[in-house]
């Protein structure tokens, strides 16, 4: 089965940190550009953080410079999001994805070819 697979999601307090993990599952993630996004009900997806295949390439939302890491592990075939500092504005479902290419780090999220399911995170005050 062809899957992406997000780990990591919870209640968690506001100030706390909170890493997100992303692994493939039938197919090949390393090799291939990484990236977070979020989506509020009955809101658009939105672009959070991408990583070029080699991990030495990021892209972030600007809200989130500063206070979002996304790195890879496992050879590339894992791709992290850690989040410190969170705030309640930053409760939401968070999606990984697959980008198109190797190292094209777009916000736009049809650069993406394949997508996990999603992992909740609520934040509270």
């Known amino acids: 089965q062809v899957q992406l697979v997000e780990s990591g999601g919870g209640l968690v307090q506001a100030g706390d940190s909170l890493r997100f993990s992303c692994a493939a599952s039938?197919?090949?993630?390393?090799?291939?550009?990484g990236g977070w996004f979020r989506q509020d009900p009955g809101k658009e997806r939105e672009f959070v953080a991408a990583?070029?295949?080699?991990?030495?390439?990021?892209n972030y939302r600007e809200s989130v410079k500063g206070r979002f890491t996304i790195s890879r592990g496992n050879a590339g075939n894992t791709v992290y999001l850690q989040m410190n500092s969170r705030k309640p504005v930053h409760t939401a479902a968070y999606f990984c994805?697959?980008?198109?290419?190797?190292?094209?780090?777009?916000?736009?999220?049809?650069?993406?070819?394949?997508w996990g399911q999603g992992t909740q995170v609520t934040v509270s005050s």
């Open positions: 994805a697959r980008g198109i290419y190797d190292s094209d780090l777009s916000a736009a999220g049809g650069h993406y070819d394949y």
């Open positions: 039938g197919i090949l993630l390393g090799g291939y550009a």
């Open positions: 990583i070029g295949w080699n991990g030495r390439a990021t």
